[in-house]
């Protein structure tokens, strides 16, 4: 069983920054594949961006290409996620997730242990 817990989502302002951090539970976090993924309210849980074992980077939408910059601390078992330029469009619930197999997929049913969620709000 893996437990995840994330942390860091606030209000900001647009144009501000925030880091996200996902803290896992777990001998074999180093061999797992971590993504990040949001939702906002009436849709689907969209693929930010996904870290595997070795440091292997999948990013999803191209609105966070160059803004967002995922990364991994095995040795603290955490993963974060760094949001720069913030537009009110980031608003969503932040979900980290584990995938056993290692390798970083894009849609939600590919992972296998989630977190409970951090709220990102982005407005003036």
């Known amino acids: 069983q893996v437990q995840l817990v994330e942390s860091g989502g606030a209000l900001v302002q647009p144009g501000g920054s925030l880091r996200l951090s996902c803290a896992a539970s777990g001998r074999t976090f180093s061999s797992y594949a971590m993504g990040w993924f949001r939702q906002a309210p009436g849709k689907e849980r969209e693929f930010v961006a996904g870290i595997r074992w070795n440091g292997g980077i999948r990013y999803g939408a191209d609105s966070v290409k160059g803004r967002f910059t995922i990364s991994r601390d095995n040795a603290k078992n955490t993963v974060y996620l760094q949001m720069n330029s913030l537009k009110p469009e980031d608003t969503a619930v932040y979900y980290c997730?584990?995938?056993?197999?290692?390798?970083?997929?894009?849609?939600?049913?590919?992972?296998?242990?989630w977190g409970q969620g951090t709220q990102v709000t982005v407005s003036s």
């Open positions: 997730a584990v995938e056993r197999d290692g390798l970083v997929g894009t849609t939600w049913n590919e992972y296998d242990y």
